[in-house]
């Protein structure tokens, strides 16, 4: 039987729920992601300046408890909020910790 939460998790969202990637207010990169695998694949994509902006906003834990329905995701990103995660070593971390759940979830839907 799949787990239904993980299906919420991968699923592919409609374009207005989207993440949309900008450096500052009203600089928009041209990126978004749409899927929990979109949105690993971006990390590794998109300026490291955005990743800091929607760090810092709260964007990435609102977008991924909100929208993707997925809390744990959230919290694990939050923990690199609190601890000031910038640069490089942002855009790595962040996309271990998603790389990874995508990884969980996929393995939870396909059981």
Same mark, same amino acid.
């Given at each position: 039987?799949?787990?239904?939460?993980?299906?919420?998790? $991968?699923?592919?969202?409609?374009? /207005?729920?989207?993440? *949309?990637?900008?450096?500052?207010?009203?600089? *928009?990169?041209?990126?978004?992601?749409?899927?929990?695998?979109?949105?690993?694949?971006?990390?590794?994509?998109?300026?490291?300046?955005? !990743? /800091?902006? @929607? !760090? @810092?906003?709260?964007?990435? /834990?609102?977008?991924?408890?909100?929208?993707?329905?997925?809390?744990?995701?959230?919290?694990?990103?939050?923990?690199?909020?609190? $601890?000031?995660?910038?640069? /490089?070593? $942002?855009?790595?971390? !962040? @996309? $271990?910790?998603?790389?990874?759940? *995508?990884?969980?979830?996929?393995?939870? *839907?396909?059981?």
């Amino acid at each position: 039987m799949r787990d239904s939460r993980a299906s919420r998790i $991968l699923r592919k969202l409609p374009r /207005e729920k989207a993440f *949309y990637f900008f450096t500052s207010i009203g600089n *928009y990169t041209g990126e978004k992601a749409a899927s929990l695998k979109e949105f690993v694949e971006k990390t590794r994509e998109v300026n490291v300046q955005s !990743l /800091e902006f @929607h !760090l @810092h906003r709260g964007d990435f /834990e609102r977008w991924t408890a909100e929208t993707l329905e997925d809390n744990k995701l959230a919290d694990q990103i939050g923990r690199l909020k609190r $601890l000031g995660t910038s640069g /490089e070593s $942002l855009r790595d971390q !962040l @996309h $271990l910790i998603a790389s990874k759940r *995508y990884e969980e979830q996929k393995a939870d *839907y396909s059981v």
